[in-house]
T-cell receptor
Framework: GDSVTQMEGPVTLSEEAFLTINCTYTATGYPSLFWYVQYPGEGLQLLLKATKADDKGSNKGFEATYRKETTSFHLEKGSVQVSDSAVYFCALSVTYNNNDMRFGAGTRLTVKP | NAGVTQTPKFQVLKTGQSMTLQCAQDMNHNSMYWYRQDPGMGLRLIYYSASEGTTDKGEVPNGYNVSRLNKREFSLRLESAAPSQTSVYFC????????????FGPGTRLTVT
């Protein structure tokens, strides 16, 4: 079935460090791919998305490129801030499946000053 | 524009008690969802409603019932709570099922003792 696998956390970085959170997917159709972010005590918020191969989603300095050949959608940021501390979820959605969204287990990021 | 709202924010139940979690959205979305979030497991879909008047089971429906009261409201009921239902529950909505990008409420933290 359709699924997402993302790197286990927690991830701890110093401010201004480079961030990569790996995400790979399995899907029988042509999924749309998403990164959601969850700040402490809040619900999930969409961070960025890509709907077809080679698309790059970007927002707030974060980027991810839809790589069909490696079935990946890794999240990157060049210089993290303390305010980026949160849990990040990779997710996919396939239009043929009314169940809609499959989420990864989440990766907790802590950024220290 | 409140987005997706959920009540209550916190709840403690004893085993065997019942309760209903309420969710409402003001974005005129057709589809609504209930998820549970457990540590290390990401989000798992309990039930969803593709449109007003329809509901379908998700990945983990046992022990739950839902009602799509109207286009705005989607409630989740626990008839006889069990400790295994201790979790954080999120309601979400999207314009159309299978088109990705869901909008989440702030969550309800439920503890069953």
């Amino acid at each position: 079935g359709d699924s997402v696998t993302q790197m286990e956390g927690p991830v701890t970085l110093s401010e201004e460090a480079f961030l990569t959170i790996n995400c790979t997917y399995t899907a029988t159709g042509y999924p749309s791919l998403f990164w959601y972010v969850q700040y402490p005590g809040e619900g999930l918020q969409l961070l960025l998305k890509a709907t077809k191969a080679d698309d790059k989603g970007s927002n707030k300095g974060f980027e991810a490129t839809y790589r069909k050949e490696t079935t990946s959608f890794h999240l990157e940021k060049g210089s993290v801030q303390v305010s980026d501390s949160a849990v990040y979820f990779c997710a996919l959605s396939v239009t043929y499946n009314n169940n809609d969204m499959r989420f990864g287990a989440g990766t907790r990021l802590t950024v220290k000053p | 524009n409140a987005g997706v709202t959920q009540t209550p924010k916190f709840q403690v139940l004893k085993t065997g008690q019942s309760m209903t979690l309420q969710c409402a959205q003001d974005m005129n979305h057709n589809s609504m969802y209930w998820y549970r979030q457990d540590p290390g497991m990401g989000l798992r879909l309990i039930y969803y409603s593709a449109s007003e008047g329809t509901t379908d089971k998700g990945e983990v429906p046992n022990g739950y019932n839902v009602s799509r009261l109207n286009k705005r409201e989607f409630s989740l009921r626990l008839e006889s709570a069990a400790p295994s239902q201790t979790s954080v529950y999120f309601c979400a909505s999207s314009e159309i099922t299978g088109q990705g990008e869901q909008y989440f409420g702030p969550g309800t933290r439920l503890t069953v003792t």
